[in-house]
């Protein structure tokens, strides 16, 4: 048997390939970019905006300042682990809000201009912040 030493240096090699390859493989899947909670929240909040300001009924709503609707609307959309604050204001007056929390929050507006036959200019401002 004089192939004996032949065979553990390939047995070596292989084990030290599969050794470093794992490194390199949980050193890739750790440095993957996750998608952060900002964009996918700004995301949420532009999806659903947009939606508010292309469809008729909810630009009604929102130029005839009816929450009930728009909140309807809003509800499921938004997950269960934040909280959302919705506000129409005027054009011309500042849309305040002051959230009693500590937490980041996330604010995206549209302004909805007109309606057939209705100009009245408002903004619809989303808050969103984390539970």
């Given at each position: 048997?004089h192939?004996?030493r032949g065979?553990?240096r390939?047995?070596e090699?292989?084990?030290a390939?599969?050794?470093?390859?794992?490194?390199?493989?949980?050193?890739?899947i750790n440095?993957v970019p996750?998608?952060s909670?900002s964009?996918?929240?700004?995301?949420l909040?532009?999806?659903v905006?947009?939606e508010m300001s292309?469809?008729a009924?909810?630009?009604?709503?929102?130029?005839?300042?009816?929450?009930?609707d728009?909140l309807?609307f809003?509800?499921?959309?938004?997950?269960?682990?934040f909280?959302y604050?919705?506000?129409?204001?005027?054009?011309s007056?500042?849309?305040?809000f002051?959230p009693s929390?500590t937490?980041?929050v996330?604010?995206?507006?549209?302004i909805?201009?007109?309606?057939?036959?209705?100009?009245?200019?408002?903004?619809?401002?989303?808050?969103?912040?984390?539970?």
């Open positions: 048997m192939n004996k065979w553990l390939i047995m090699a292989v084990i390939i599969l050794i470093l390859s794992s490194i390199m493989l949980l050193l890739y440095n996750q998608k909670v964009s996918s929240i700004g995301d909040q532009s999806r905006l947009d292309s469809r009924d909810l630009r009604d709503a929102v130029l005839l300042n009816n929450s009930e728009l309807a809003v509800s499921p959309k938004i997950p269960s682990n909280n604050t919705l506000i129409v204001c005027d054009l007056s500042p849309c305040q002051s929390t937490k980041e996330y604010v995206e507006d549209r909805v201009s007109a309606n057939l036959g209705t100009y009245s200019p408002k903004v619809v401002r989303l808050f969103v912040w984390e539970k």
